[in-house]
């Protein structure tokens, strides 16, 4: 069993930054893949980014690439999403999750874990 637990979320102005932490522990999560997802209201829920923890290896959404770096800290066992040059339509509940392989990995079904999200407003 893994539990994560996502933090760093707020209110911001457009163009501005935000950084997203997502901890973790359980057994085995140091194997896992690591993704962040954001749902807004009325639409549904969405792949922002992923990280293999054994890795490093990392993917991005097009419509974050270039704004938004994933990273982990193993000592932590932390995985962190920062948000940068941030736009009114990023405003979303954000989640953190994690999945047993890369397969796939843009897909939200794919993933057994999930935090409970924070909440990230960018006013325009």
């Known amino acids: 069993q893994v539990q994560l637990v996502e933090s760093g979320g707020g209110l911001v102005q457009a163009g501005g930054s935000l950084r997203l932490s997502c901890a973790a522990s359980g057994r085995g999560f140091g194997s896992l893949v690591m993704g962040w997802f954001r749902q807004a209201p009325g639409k549904e829920r969405e792949f922002v980014a992923a990280?293999?923890?054994?890795?490093?290896?990392?993917y991005y959404a097009d419509s974050v690439k270039g704004r938004f770096t994933v990273s982990r800290d193993n000592a932590k066992n932390t995985v962190y999403v920062q948000m940068n040059s941030l736009k009114p339509e990023d405003t979303a509940v954000y989640y953190c999750a994690a999945a047993k392989s890369w397969f796939l990995v843009t897909t939200a079904g794919q993933y057994a874990y999930w935090g409970q999200g924070t909440q990230v407003t960018v006013s325009s």
């Open positions: 990280l293999s923890w054994s890795t490093g290896s990392t």
